[in-house]
């Protein structure tokens, strides 16, 4: 019995040592992302009419004579340009990165003229998987328990959900986000648990993970100031007075790139935003916006266009995009007009926000379907494998705004006491992560706020994309730091241990 | 009750059929064409040139069927009575053997319009060719009383020596020192020739009583004042004072607008509908709009008889009556389009394409209605710079025309609107007057206008100025499941406990913080003691 007993043991620590929980974790993922989205008949997004905005500036089209699905099925193979390409890009964007870099594999690898989405795929794996393998390794690190593994598992049951995998196959820049904000949040997580001797590495992964983050997409633009917060806990570092200048002029940098990719916006896409706002936002949740319109100052026959999308899925009463609409509407109107009507109709706005909370959990794209043609699937029909997470989450979350915000405050309560216990211990890990926490917190509360005013509820589920993602972080961050004790306190490997 | 059913089912089918029959008649004896182009020409523009002939032959009863010489299959053109070619593009040939071949030996109607007109051809219409170079033309009558100057032509083929039987379309004046006439429209039997095609002015008049002419369809219409691109987002108030001008000048006119489908209930949309009714009791008509098209694929058919049915439907409940569709020439070259929305009516008016016409299933098989109107710009009218000012003329149409003008947006354009109608010397048309009966079907209900009467599913019925009364229904609400209503609970229950919670934590901070203080004070106090 006790010889069993000591075999199991050492079984047990050639695991450890062959297969320490980050890597299991990277490997569970890279089978189930892998299954997912190489092995076919493959899986992926349909798509919603917005691929246009990543395809033509790279040099990718819709191959000719084939039926293009928009919503229904997703499609695997596209053209690429062979002569000059007349497409310039529609607006400031990290994306054209990824797309480059898949193209240029699948040059190298696959055809010149054809263009297969798995090698986008490819590109978008390999960086997930970097990301999972480095926020797992600093959820775990550096207790060498068994319970490591539980949060090693609990990692790939979030996010190697295949609502997050399903997006690798797809022109939209969600999978570079979610990659990247891993890899910030592990930078700064990393560098407070002293994972490595020097610091720099860590601190430049998130200073360009956070700028292709906040670069990626228009939208992303106020994210910068959540991350400003999260720098912020870097002015603490210790022995770090020298650089603490460098630091600063990382955060300009980081700000500067958020109002570039806020400025740089095509006049197109402020127009569609503007649009949007109007007949998504200020038009919906109230029973006849008629009156209220006339009273702010606009013609109230445009009541009428309740929920109209700025280019017509089908058909419209008239052309949003046209010049009628964008002289006697759209200059009637701006941002701070949204402001003020929502902060005197409050009633109308919470509404809105708890439309926005009910969406927050369900990241799957339920509008585009996930299969090819031809595979016997229906149109739009949904992947079910390896979906646990995003179901059960979107469908027991609350839905308030309200309970959001209270979630906020309760978490930054908590991981308050872990920043000043370890303020006056000196140490630096619980400093650091507060900031962590307190940005992401900053994402929670405020990009639904945001997405209502710039966009009303159009694109919602999509809109709010990093929501999802940052509270999957800190409720993982959570249990991981109530198993290995270093809730309140920094870890300590001796009281750990008892 | 069941025996009314009965009754009601066997008129319901003898109607029915009489209708499929009449409509197998009138398709028998509508003429039926082939209108092959070399070149949509998109570069300059001329894409519009084919669009303006198609619904110039749908307004004269033609049944057209467009295609691209290049897609010409041998053969095809013996299902047709008449072929009509057109060169957008005559700096190329066309290739198509088989379509040159088949040309050359029809026996039916041929028209000819623009460059590289076929020795064949020209001795078809017995006459000569004469080519012009570098010319000012000016296009008139006989007798110079209308005269259009044209645009500087670079090259244009014109026949002489015409046969004795030759009938002639206005003539070309070239400002050399001999001022030769040539003639621009040449109809010889049943073969015609138009050395260029304009989509407006003189020389679309009198392209269309050629065409008219060629295919058996001579009348005289008087043009219907129509005011387009009205949409429930118009300065409304415009609109009305405009409608009262109009019916203070006791000129007829109609409207072409679109509308919603939904948010009845609104203020905006009963304000609208208001205005539109006043429309109809101050001798105004309503044409429904076809709506704007957005990304359509071939499966849009069903959405869009359900969005047609809706908009119908909503006005008809308040008391708006369209007497017809008004559409964009091209939705009669689709399936979807036609089969889906334009054939709920019996009368359409047929507009100008967009810059980008997006098709859902394009197939170029045009049909006719029985009453088609071809919709002319009126500033294409009022060109008093190059000529004669054909507004003030007050020229009859050869076909059933109406001559459009932009909803207004602002007093200054009103003004501006009503300056220019004065200009024009036309005898309106009067729908009020007219025998025959619009009729526009849509899901269940049917309303019809004859002789100043709207029908409603064909009784006579009056509009009321004032709004009607709507049977509110009771709100549908959607069915709650019970899980929905569980998670509901779930979520203010959870806010609630929440709040408690806190609420708890707070009072046990301070009361902790209170304790801990006391420890020091009572240990303070015991040793003092």
């Not at chain 1, 319970?147 to 969600?174: C, P, Q």
């Not at chain 2, 006459?127 to 296009?139: A, D, E, S, W």
């Not at chain 2, 899980?483 to 959870?494: D, I, P, S, W």
Request: charged fraction near 15%; glycine fraction near 6%.
């Amino acid at each position: 019995m006790k010889k069993w007993k000591r075999r199991l043991m050492i079984a047990a620590t050639k695991f450890e040592r062959l297969m320490p929980p980050p890597l299991l974790a990277t490997l569970l993922c890279a089978i189930l992302a892998g299954v997912l989205i190489f092995v076919p008949p493959i899986n992926g997004l349909a798509d919603n009419g917005d691929y246009y905005r990543a395809m033509y500036s790279n040099g990718i089209y819709k191959l000719l004579g084939t039926h293009y699905n928009y919503f229904d099925f997703v499609t695997q193979k596209y053209g690429l340009m062979k002569y000059y390409n007349e497409y310039s890009s529609v607006n400031f964007s990290s994306q054209p990165l990824f797309v480059k870099l898949a193209i240029g594999l699948n040059k190298l690898f696959y055809s010149k003229t054809v263009f297969d989405i798995r090698f986008m795929g490819l590109v978008n794996y390999v960086f997930y998987l970097g990301s999972i393998y480095l926020v797992t390794d600093a959820f775990t690190y550096p207790a060498k328990r068994w319970r490591n593994y539980l949060i090693a598992l609990l990692v790939v049951f979030v996010f190697g959900d295949s609502s997050f995998t399903l997006y690798f196959n797809s022109f939209f820049a969600e999978p570079q986000m979610l990659s990247m904000t891993l890899y910030s949040f592990a930078a700064i997580l990393l560098l407070a648990r002293h994972r490595y001797r020097h610091r720099w590495p860590l601190i430049i992964l998130f200073g360009v993970s956070t700028v292709l983050l906040i670069s990626s997409k228009s939208q992303n633009a106020p994210i910068a100031l959540s991350y400003i917060v999260v720098a912020m806990g870097l002015l603490f570092l210790p022995n770090f007075k020298s650089q603490r200048l460098y630091l600063i002029v990382g955060m300009g940098l980081l700000l500067i790139t958020g109002g570039l990719t806020y400025k740089l916006i095509g006049s197109s896409f402020t127009q569609i935003n503007t649009y949007q706002t109007f007949s998504h936002g200020v038009l919906t949740q109230t029973d006849d916006p008629s009156k209220t319109l006339r009273q702010n100052g606009i013609d109230e026959q445009y009541a009428l266009m309740k929920s109209q999308d700025y280019y017509a899925k089908q058909f419209a009463t008239i052309n949003a995009s046209g010049k009628y609409v964008q002289k006697n509407l759209l200059t009637k109107y701006d941002f701070v007009w949204v402001v003020k009507y929502y902060m005197t109709h409050l009633k109308q706005f919470g509404r809105l926000l708890d439309l926005a909370s009910a969406d927050v959990m369900i990241t799957q794209v339920k509008a585009v379907g996930d299969y090819l043609p031809n595979v016997g699937a229906k149109a739009g029909q949904q992947v079910t494998f390896f979906t646990g997470f995003s179901s059960i989450a979107g469908a027991f979350f609350p839905q308030k705004f309200a309970f959001n915000c209270l979630l906020a405050v309760a978490l930054v309560m908590v991981y308050a006491v872990g920043f000043y216990n370890d303020l006056k211990q000196h140490q630096i890990e619980g400093v650091l992560r507060f900031f962590l926490v307190l940005g992401l917190l900053s994402m929670f509360i405020f990009v639904p706020i945001i997405s209502i005013v710039g966009d009303g509820d159009a694109d919602l589920a999509k809109h709010i994309f990093m929501v999802p993602v940052s509270i999957d972080l800190i409720f993982i961050l959570f249990v991981s730091d109530i198993l290995n004790h270093r809730l309140w306190h920094a870890y300590d490997e001796g009281q750990a241990t008892k | 009750m069941k025996r009314v059913k009965l009754w009601l089912l066997a008129v319901i089918s003898l109607v029915s059929f009489s209708c499929v029959s009449m409509l197998t008649v009138q398709a028998a004896s509508t003429p039926r064409v082939l209108f092959v182009y070399d070149s949509q020409n998109v570069a300059d523009n001329d894409q519009q040139k084919i669009a303006a002939i198609q619904r110039l032959l749908t307004a004269a009863q033609v049944r057209v069927t467009t295609t691209a010489a290049a897609d010409y299959h041998a053969g095809t053109l013996t299902k047709y009575q008449g072929v009509i070619t057109m060169i957008n593009w005559p700096q190329t040939t066309i290739n198509n053997q088989a379509f040159n071949r088949d040309q050359r030996r029809f026996k039916g109607s041929r028209l000819h319009i623009g460059q590289n007109l076929t020795a064949m051809e020209a001795t078809a219409l017995g006459g000569q060719r004469v080519k012009l170079y570098h010319q000012q033309l000016t296009l008139q009558n006989q007798s110079a009383k209308i005269h259009q100057l044209l645009p500087f032509s670079e090259t244009m083929t014109t026949l002489t020596q015409l046969p004795a039987k030759a009938r002639t379309f206005g003539w070309l004046k070239a400002q050399s020192v001999d001022q030769r006439l040539y003639p621009y429209g040449t109809l010889v039997g049943n073969q015609g020739y138009l050395p260029y095609f304009s989509t407006g002015g003189y020389s679309f008049i009198l392209a269309a009583q050629l065409i008219g002419q060629l295919f058996g369809q001579t009348g005289h219409y008087q043009p219907l004042l129509t005011i387009t691109k009205v949409t429930p987002y118009s300065n409304l108030t415009v609109l009305n004072q405009l409608s009262k001008r109009l019916y203070q000048a006791g000129i007829p006119f109609a409207v072409s607008t679109t509308t919603v489908g939904d948010n009845a209930h609104f203020k905006a949309y009963q304000r609208f509908v208001k205005v539109l009714r006043l429309i109809e009791n101050r001798g105004g008509v309503i044409f429904l709009k076809t709506p704007v098209v957005g990304g359509v694929t071939v499966s849009s058919g069903p959405g869009l008889d359900r969005l047609m049915t809706a908009y119908l439907i909503q006005f008809a409940q308040n008391q708006v009556f369209p007497v017809g569709i008004s559409t964009s020439a091209y939705w009669n070259q689709d399936q979807v389009y036609r089969d889906n929305a334009l054939t709920k009516a019996n009368q359409i008016l047929w507009l100008p394409d967009p810059a980008t016409p997006v098709y859902a299933k394009q197939d170029n098989q045009a049909r006719t209605f029985d009453r088609s109107i071809y919709g002319l710009p009126a500033s294409s009218l009022a060109t008093v710079k190059q000529g004669s000012d054909l507004g003030k003329l007050g020229l009859d149409f050869p076909i059933p025309t109406a001559v459009t003008m932009t909803m207004p947006n602002s007093e200054r354009s009103l003004h501006d609107l009503i300056r220019r109608l004065k200009r024009l010397n036309y005898q309106w048309f009067n729908p009020a007057l007219a025998d025959t009966k619009t009729e526009i079907t849509s899901g269940t209900a049917s309303f019809g206008y004859q002789q100043g009467t709207y029908f409603l599913n064909g009784h006579p019925t009056t509009i009321n100025t004032s709004a009607t009364k709507l049977k509110t229904l009771a709100k549908v609400k959607p069915e709650e499941i019970w899980v929905n209503r569980f998670f509901k609970a779930q979520g203010k229950f959870l806010l609630v406990f929440f709040l408690l919670a806190f609420a708890v934590f707070v009072g046990f901070i301070l009361l902790g913080r209170r304790v801990y203080l006391n420890m020091f004070k009572n240990k303070s106090g015991g040793k003092s003691k």
